[in-house]
């Protein structure tokens, strides 16, 4: 294994946060737009939270490209993976285009992945895309760890892993279990990549008696426990979804507990979709400055280069830096069945 | 078809055999046609994929028996049946005693506010359990009321009391389903001939004397029918589990299949169906004791030409403990969930009741639901969904109940079909159903109709245990005295059965409509873009921490399946009174 420190170029990001809008606006080809709306509609396995993310989005295309409907249908990696791969071997693809964290590996090891580079995405950095079009980065994520501002003061709250084995916290974590880079085989990840296997076992071993509290959702509803008081520190919560709520006024902070582990959500083509120039449009519509900056007016963290994020302090080369293991598709490929085992046997 | 011999031969001997054609050995043929072809295919699939190998690719191929070697191998297999067991027996019978203590209370005796019962019971049934677990959860959490006012005291993380435990686990399965308890035995209680517990009053036994040894033991075919689907719901439970058991560390069967089918992407089905196949044959177990049981259900058949509506005892100075109790139940299962939901769906964010939270207060979720097509879709799939489920389920088990309680030729074979589905956990049988429809050439995968066939196959079970009882409670002295008139089978069923049976027939209608809206471990794997459902939206706002708009979401589709509820149920009781009559 082999650690690998996430460093975009977001010095550039940073300097074009104020981008000049229009003068790079995007516009797919005619010829693609007209045989999309000869084809009237597309549709969009998403695992993406839907009030905060896909109705924006899907609201944005549908306002850009009105002779086209977007069906969505939302559910978690793993069931996304096996409708995509049941519907191809019986011939009957439904979904046209897909996206999440842990799809790709078994839908394209099916051969249901189209590869497709749309032009909106040339300038994406190279650890946003894959060589052969196979995916595209549409954001990014920082998982890291919660505390609720009401229970625990900032001073109080664990700052680094080693604060995690404290006594005080033993049945007061909790995090999500799904069986994902995003969820706690992550943060499994994390740590061997970072301490090493012998020391990092070592540390899980350790981590596995201070009871952490199970929950098989997303990180979303792990973080509203915190929010809600059930538990004073959360796991494995994205620090997006913490500012998002901060800015209703939720008694939550997250902490720089280093390092953070980053992640991307990646966005693809179904081979042999029903709608395969729609399909192409609306990946080629995400990937654009246009629909990520309607993603990063969400709260969400755009990965096209000329878009900012709304709010900076959430980049690890914002104006608080913080060092991050990022968890790129070929490391969790080969590595995720382990973290899944090793979840599995320590902690549920 | 002629009829005029056939009524003599029907009356002479209850089987007819031979000599033309027989209308019940038609009936008996296509119907077993009809259940062959809905049933077999998953159970077969499932059987198939248990002893395949499934490759890399994802495709399958190869005998295996190493998902069975893998099932009886398991460490953890012991702990987790143990687990099972424990969760099953308890919330089974504090599911009995409370929802059927309710039922006579509400049917047999004079304590008030039975409308509330009904009301309690209408609501509940049509309320998607993922809604009721994250309610109750909210409350006796960690942040609920109970532990917060502790928590304020102490000064402590540490709650008073932790309800992801198993005594959590049977809490809420066990309130979760005695609603139904109650709903399946007030028509029992409803139907009994009274005469026996007068006759017991007159010879001088107490109340308690006489609901011991006359009101109970003449329902006990239907009790101990009901606490076995009770007890196989609890088994292939799913919701309670993984929302109260998993965050507990406590581990049952169907959280074990959870854990082995999310361990790989995608799931590795070969484990699952093999922990499938096994599990129906421990319910096939189960169901030859129901079977035997049965086989003398004749013997406590009450309901005759008579009339029947049963007098009520008098509780007298206790009356006030039923009282009570109605109350208790209207406050745990509607009212404190219902005041839980409200008070998240006007929050934007999760919060415990506090004063300051107050000042946050906004309609802005109902906003969202409201103004969303996404919502109004949801609504309109389940509706028709439950509806075509409902109505197709019901005829069969119309059809099937009848010749198998009168143990015409084909009704054990028809029974045991028809019963089948119930050794599927729900997740598997949408596994199942999913293979199905995409090997066969019908464009119905992703389709609202493939949710439509899974669903009643599903709940054809339910709907037979209702016409089933129904008809066992009809003595058969009056489809006799129809068929001495001349009648042919089909006019009988037609003018005598189905009149008498019409409470039975609307009440498992109801049943299956209500259940099947809130069905979600089918769905999860069956519903695509075009025909998603509101359970499955609903599990995932909670999978997503939306829990206002789930909130406000399921305060709406509560008050819109209460309307529909209502409007069955007063269904109900006309054809009740129209009987009376």
Redesign the interface.
């Known amino acids: 294994m082999d650690r690998r420190q996430f460093s975009l170029g977001m010095g550039a990001l940073a300097a074009t946060g104020l981008g000049i809008p229009g003068l790079r606006a995007h516009a797919a080809s005619p010829e693609l737009i007209a045989a999309a709306e000869a084809e009237g509609q597309v549709?969009?396995?998403t695992t993406m939270?839907?009030?905060q993310a896909v109705?924006p989005l899907v609201a944005a295309f549908e306002e850009r490209y009105p002779n086209i409907t977007v069906?969505?249908?939302?559910?978690?990696?793993?069931?996304t993976?096996?409708?995509i791969?049941?519907?191809g071997?019986?011939d009957?693809m439904?979904?046209d285009v897909f996206d999440g964290v842990?799809?790709f590996?078994?839908v394209m090891?099916?051969?249901f992945v189209e590869p497709y580079s749309p032009d909106s995405a040339s300038d994406y950095s190279a650890q946003f895309k894959d060589p052969e079009g196979h995916w595209h980065a549409l954001n990014f994520y920082f998982l890291t760890a919660v505390h609720n501002t009401d229970?625990l003061s900032a001073e109080d709250a664990p700052q680094t892993y080693q604060d995690l084995l404290d006594e005080r916290w033993r049945?007061?974590m909790?995090w999500p279990?799904?069986?994902?880079p995003v969820g706690a085989p992550g943060l499994i990840g994390n740590i061997l990549l970072t301490m090493g296997e012998e020391d990092g076992m070592a540390y899980l071993q350790q981590l596995a008696g201070q009871?952490i509290?199970?929950?098989?959702?997303?990180?979303?509803?792990?973080?509203?426990?915190v929010?809600?008081?059930?538990?004073?520190i959360g796991l494995m919560c994205f620090n997006h979804h913490v500012a998002i709520?901060q800015a209703?006024?939720?008694p939550i902070d997250w902490i720089r507990m280093e390092p953070v582990m980053a992640s991307a959500s990646l966005l693809g083509l179904v081979r042999n979709g029903p709608n395969p120039n729609a399909g192409r449009l609306l990946v080629d519509f995400i990937l654009s400055r246009e629909g990520q900056e309607v993603l990063a007016s969400t709260g969400y963290l755009p990965t096209h280069p000329e878009v900012a994020a709304l709010n900076p302090d959430l980049l690890a080369t914002g104006p608080q830096p913080f060092d991050t293991t990022f968890m790129a598709p070929d490391i969790v490929e080969q590595n995720l069945?382990d973290w899944?085992?090793i979840t599995?046997e320590l902690f549920? | 078809m002629s009829s005029g011999t056939e009524g003599s031969t029907d009356l002479a001997a209850r089987r007819p055999a031979g000599g033309g054609v027989d209308q019940v050995r038609v009936m008996a043929i296509v119907l077993c046609v009809i259940l062959v072809a809905l049933v077999v295919p998953p159970v077969v699939i499932l059987i198939i994929r248990s002893v395949s190998v499934t490759n890399p690719d994802a495709t399958v191929g190869g005998f295996t028996l190493a998902h069975y070697a893998r099932f009886f191998t398991n460490p953890d297999l012991y702990e987790s049946l143990f687990n099972s067991v424990v969760f099953s027996v308890f919330s089974t019978i504090l599911a009995l005693l409370f929802g059927g203590t309710l039922a006579w209370l509400v049917e047999r005796t004079n304590t008030r506010f039975k409308g509330l019962a009904y009301v309690t019971t209408i609501i509940s049934m049509g309320t998607p359990y993922i809604l009721y677990v994250s309610a109750w959860l909210f409350l006796l959490g960690r942040s609920g009321p109970f532990n917060d006012a502790w928590r304020t005291l102490t000064g402590s993380f540490q709650p008073l009391f932790d309800p992801y435990s198993m005594w959590g686990m049977v809490l809420v399965e066990g309130f979760l389903w005695s609603p139904l308890v109650f709903l399946l035995l007030s028509s029992t209680f409803r139907q009994a001939n009274a005469d026996m517990e007068e006759a017991a009053r007159m010879s001088g036994a107490g109340v308690l004397q006489t609901v011991w040894s006359i009101s109970i033991k003449i329902s006990m075919p239907a009790i101990l029918a009901l606490a076995l689907f009770v007890f196989i719901r609890a088994i292939e439970a799913f919701e309670v589990p993984l929302m109260v058991g998993l965050p507990g560390g406590i581990d049952v069967l169907t959280t074990d299949v959870y854990k082995s089918i999310r361990e790989t992407i995608p799931p590795d089905l070969g484990y699952a169906s093999a922990y499938s196949v096994v599990l129906l044959f421990v319910v096939a177990v189960l169901l030859s004791f129901y079977g035997r049981l049965a086989k003398n259900a004749g013997k406590y058949s009450t309901v005759t030409g008579k009339g029947y509506r049963p007098r009520q005892f008098d509780l007298g100075r206790y009356r006030w403990i039923g009282d009570a109790m109605v109350l208790f139940n209207f406050l745990i299962v509607l009212v404190l969930p219902l005041l839980a939901l409200f008070w998240l769906s006007l929050l934007p964010y999760m919060r415990s009741i506090r004063l300051e939270a107050i000042a946050q207060f906004s309609l802005e979720n109902f906003a969202t639901v409201l103004q969303s097509s996404y919502y109004r879709e949801l609504a309109l799939h389940t509706l028709v969904v439950a509806a075509s489920a409902a109505t197709a389920g019901i005829v069969l088990a119309f059809f099937t109940g009848w010749i198998s309680a009168r143990r015409r030729t084909g009704g054990q074979v028809l029974d045991q079909l028809a019963t089948m589905p119930l050794v599927f956990p729900g997740i598997v049988m949408g596994v199942a159903f999913m293979m199905v429809f995409l090997a066969v050439p019908l464009p119905i995968y992703g389709s609202i109709w493939a949710l439509a066939i899974a669903y009643t196959v599903r709940y054809l079970p339910y709907g037979l245990r209702y016409t089933y009882a129904g008809v066992l409670q009809i003595h058969s002295e009056l489809e006799e005295a129809g068929g001495v008139s001349g009648a042919t089978p089909i006019q009988m069923l037609r003018r005598i059965v189905a009149p008498l049976l019409s409470p039975a027939i609307l009440s498992g209608w109801l049943f299956v409509f209500l259940i099947a809206s809130k069905e979600l471990a089918v769905a999860a794997l069956l519903s695509n873009t075009q025909s998603q459902v509101v359970a499955v939206g609903m599990y995932d706002l909670w999978r997503n921490g939306q829990g206002g708009e789930l909130a406000a979401f399921g305060l709406i589709w509560a008050t819109v399946m209460t309307c529909v509820a209502s409007l069955f149920y007063f269904a109900t009781r006309d054809g009740d009174r129209a009987q009376a009559l």
């Open positions: 549709v969009w396995y939270i839907v009030d109705r069906e969505f249908s939302r559910a978690g990696s793993d069931e993976a096996l409708k791969i049941n519907e071997q019986a009957r439904l979904g842990s799809t590996a078994s090891a099916a051969g229970l049945g007061n909790v279990v799904d069986a994902t009871g509290v199970n929950m098989a959702a997303s990180q979303r509803a792990v973080l509203d426990r929010i809600l008081g059930d538990f004073p709520s209703q006024g939720a069945a899944v085992r599995d549920l």
